[in-house]
């Protein structure tokens, strides 16, 4: 039996909610933020993401929140759905939360985006960095079609990290 991980997903658009679901469906603990609670108000309520395509289920997080502090609490896999031009706002906003144990995954990252994510952490005064990696792209092909839904058209399959 593989080993459940508590996820905070970033960003609750089409990458976001597609992974939030997708590793929710494959029994990990997931955690989604949006900055704010106008795009997450149905989602809070239900904690629930429909997916469907490529596959097929109702998945459940265990928390929707725009408060940065509480989605980070407890979680040491943390994966930046958020486009590039908004990781630089994001690490100072996760600065005073995040730990030497962690890892960031920006999906994308776009080029030396885990550059630019580090050293804005160090300017913003982290001791201890998280591990930071970066994909080329997202690894999904999808669609959010409300506020609870997506649609996984397909996975990419050569997505360097």
């Known amino acids: 039996m593989k080993e459940s991980c508590n996820i905070a ?47 097929e289920g109702t998945a459940e997080l265990q928390l929707v929140s725009s408060d940065i502090k509480e989605v980070l609490s407890g979680s040491k896999h943390i994966f930046i759905t958020q486009p590039a031009h908004t990781h630089r706002e994001l690490a100072i906003k ?35 960095l998280p591990d930071i990696v970066e994909t080329q792209t997202i690894i999904y092909t999808c669609r959010k079609t409300a506020d609870d839904t997506v649609i996984l058209l397909d996975f990419k399959r050569t997505v360097k990290i």
């Open 9 to 55: 997903i970033i960003g609750a658009g089409n990458n976001g909610l597609t992974m939030a679901a997708h590793l929710s469906l494959n029994g990990h603990k997931v955690s989604i933020w949006n900055r704010t609670d106008e795009t997450i108000r149905h989602l809070k309520e239900t904690k629930k993401i429909n997916i469907s395509g490529q596959i």
């Open 94 to 128: 996760m600065s005073p939360y995040l730990t030497g144990d962690m890892l960031i995954v920006l999906s994308p990252g776009r080029t030396f985006g885990a550059c630019e994510f580090k050293n804005t952490l160090l300017q913003n005064g982290v001791k201890q």
